[in-house]
């Protein structure tokens, strides 16, 4: 559907059901998209492993659109580039260097 394989901006929910967690992987993975997903479940272990393996910047598990300033935002693939919020901000205003000296 286009509604699973494109960016929605705006109040939607796409609920899929699956038949294991490697489906659900699959499935999620399966995008040129991915800012943030929600996984609801009981497992918690199973829940970790799962955000673990999903491309995605934000995964909410067991809620949905939290946000903290101190975390950071931004998208994997063509969702954008960089991130906003949090320690991760401030490399998008850094350069960072390594000098190596013999003394």
């Not at 999620?28 to 497992?43: I, P």
């Not at 829940?47 to 931004?74: R, S």
Request: aromatic residues 10%.
């Amino acid at each position: 559907m286009k509604v699973i394989r494109e960016e929605i901006f705006g109040s939607v929910l796409a609920a899929m059901s699956f038949s294991d967690t490697g489906d659900l992987i699959a499935r999620s993975n399966n995008t040129t998209y991915r800012l943030a997903t929600g996984v609801w479940t009981s497992d918690v272990a199973g829940a970790h492993q799962t955000a673990k393996a999903i491309k995605a910047e934000t995964i909410w598990i067991n809620c949905y659109y939290v946000f903290d300033a101190a975390l950071p935002f931004g998208s994997f693939k063509q969702s954008g580039w960089g991130r906003e919020m949090g320690h991760a901000a401030l490399d998008n205003h850094l350069e960072t260097k390594a000098v190596c000296m013999s003394v």
